[in-house]
């Protein structure tokens, strides 16, 4: 898919996610717009997926460890055809299929429940392994928020998939720099991320602008250094696209109201 | 049977042939293979074991990604981790239902030596509580390989509790999911047990005959989902009943089975043995296990009074 293309599809994709955040009145706009590029470069330039055949085993995966950016993720699987963009509408409400967090069981596209921040990647790394061992071809990808890296099980799976020279997974940083009590370095300062990735064994490929498409997509089909996991680290914006919302650590978990909504929409259209 | 192992081999021995009969079983450890006695399927199967170094909480959240490529693995490492596992067991594995089966070992105190901080008495109590997770505590070598295979063969992720010490391995009995089981028949009280406590159960029927009771042993070795059909039957029929466990009283198969009868309206007398509510300490398993009232012994004499 050429660049405008995926363009047009960030720009919808954060649309859904202003939309189904005021709709609930709750969720998490800020790193649900950091981790759009990502997103959509993964679901409509890079992965293997067919909407249509969401449990096809050959498939690559992709885990949303920070699963509380859901809304983009949905926003995603939406405008790619795995269920109705009609849904979007029931975010968060009774008996959706798009719950608060991302469930496996309910929702078409889902490969883990993520939300309790770690997990994701550590499942990521056991599906990388799984695959070796069964001998599927099929790739392996986790987005992992930057605050979530305190979570010391980040560093027990970077660990593994080091140890067992997992070059089918890519795991994606969405360093943005904030989290929801401050600035990660007010609150635990993270460090050389690219120095720690590296000597944890990662293929380090570290991106300036993470919400610049074309780098994105062009860092996602750099192949895999043998023997060795791939580490993306995409410094980006927090509540990238909506002027009022970037870099600002109040929008982490705060839903616009239906006046905020018609101005991001406004912003949106260009 | 004169014949004496822990269940944690029995595990081992399980795996090593059930991984002939299905390709699909993987096994995780976490740097104790040689406790959790899991080595002979390791070295029978190379590509199908995955250590995850000392790092439990990984592991289990490995295996939850395993498993949605297929495999069936099985996490081994000991009963006292659960606790530091919990979130993964929960949100990773429970939460999606995902096919996982936890077999962690040195369950309870007769882990003896190691004392306190390694002898589980809540895991029975955290797992129970997980919506979809099936709970099983099997008490001999036997029954363990059966136990191992029913939870290979069914989907949803299980809970297998594991003793350390070696206990007699019983004549072969039935072994279906959620089915206790009759050990012993008897009219005037019930014991409720399950692991390697059926054993000391034994000991505590043949000693309260001996003073004129005939007491019967039911083995629920799987505490969820509870045979609720069998304990209300044998509570009604008997009218005493005593549930007994190497697990804490509290959420474990005394308060399982206690449900089931307030639920049900059984008019009986109830009484939990177990730990209470304390945690172990070092000792050799057997002098450990009649610090906490749990020998057959014991048994027999909280129940004669």
Redesign the interface.
């Known amino acids: 898919m050429d660049t405008p293309a995926l363009k047009n599809i960030c720009t919808q994709v954060r649309r859904d996610i202003i939309n189904m955040t005021a709709n609930a009145g709750s969720g998490h706009p800020g790193g649900s717009l950091s981790a759009v590029e990502m997103l959509v470069a993964l679901y409509f330039d890079v992965m293997n997926v067919d909407p249509k055949n969401p449990s096809d085993?050959a498939r690559d995966?992709l885990?949303l460890s920070k699963g509380h950016a859901a809304p983009a993720l949905y926003g995603v699987l939406g405008e790619k055809g795995y269920f109705s963009t009609e849904e979007f509408k029931n975010f968060r409400q009774l008996h959706s299929i798009l719950q608060g967090h991302p469930?496996?069981?309910k929702c078409p596209g889902v490969?883990?429940?993520?939300?309790?921040l770690g997990?994701g990647i550590?499942?990521?790394?056991?599906?990388?392994?799984?695959?070796k061992?069964?001998k599927?071809p099929c790739h392996?990808y986790a987005i992992c928020g930057d605050g979530e890296l305190q979570e010391?099980?980040v560093w027990?799976?970077s660990?593994?998939a080091a140890?067992?020279g997992l070059d089918n997974l890519t795991v994606l940083v969405d360093n943005n720099g904030l989290q929801i009590d401050g600035s990660n370095d007010e609150v635990m300062s993270l460090g050389d991320l690219n120095a720690k990735f590296t000597a944890f064994g990662y293929n380090v490929i570290e991106l300036e602008d993470g919400n610049d498409i074309e780098a994105v997509v062009a860092a996602l089909k750099t192949p895999p250094m043998k023997g060795k996991p791939t580490l993306l680290l995409c410094h980006t914006h927090k509540g990238k696209g909506i002027s009022f919302m970037e870099d600002q650590v109040g929008w982490h978990g705060k839903a616009p109201n239906e006046e905020q909504r018609a101005e991001a929409l406004k912003e949106l259209e260009g | 049977m004169s014949e004496t192992k822990a269940t944690r081999a029995a595990y081992g021995e399980a795996l090593a042939k059930l991984g002939h009969e299905n390709d699909k079983i993987v096994v995780l450890d976490a740097d104790l293979s040689h406790a959790t006695m899991t080595l002979t399927f390791a070295k029978e199967f190379p590509d199908r074991h995955f250590n995850a170094g000392i790092a439990e909480a990984n592991m289990v959240d490995m295996a939850a990604g395993m498993s949605r490529m297929g495999l069936i693995p099985f996490c081994s490492t000991f009963a006292v981790f659960a606790g530091r596992s919990y979130d993964q067991i929960r949100n990773g594995i429970c939460y999606p239902h995902f096919n996982v089966k936890m077999a962690f070992t040195h369950a309870g105190v007769t882990v003896g030596e190691d004392g306190g901080s390694h002898q589980a008495i809540e895991d029975i109590a955290l797992m129970r509580v997980l919506p979809g997770m099936t709970v099983i505590c099997p008490c001999d070598a036997n029954e363990t390989y059966q136990a191992v295979k029913a939870a290979a063969e069914m989907d949803g992720p299980v809970y297998l509790r594991l003793a350390r010490l070696a206990t007699p391995v019983f004549d072969p009995m039935p072994f279906t999911i959620g089915k206790g089981n009759v050990i012993v028949d008897g009219s005037d009280a019930v014991l409720f047990t399950c692991g390697i406590m059926v054993n000391e159960c034994l000991k505590a029927a043949e000693l309260l005959r001996q003073k004129g009771m005939n007491p019967a042993i039911v083995n629920l070795h799987t505490i969820k989902p509870i045979d609720a059909e069998l304990v209300r039957a044998y509570a009604a029929k008997c009218k005493r009943v005593y549930t007994v466990e190497e697990h804490s009283v509290i959420g474990g198969l005394g308060d399982a089975v206690a449900d089931v009868l307030l639920s049900g309206g059984v008019a009986c007398s109830f009484k939990k043995i177990g730990v209470q509510d304390c945690f172990g300490q070092s000792g050799k398993a057997m002098e450990v296990l009649a610090e906490y009232g749990l020998t057959g012994a014991q048994i027999a004499q909280t129940i004669a009074g």
């Open positions: 085993p995966r885990v469930d496996a069981k490969d883990a429940s993520t939300g309790s997990q550590s499942i990521a790394v056991g599906m990388a392994l799984g695959a061992a069964t599927n392996v010391g099980l027990e799976a660990m593994a140890h067992y």
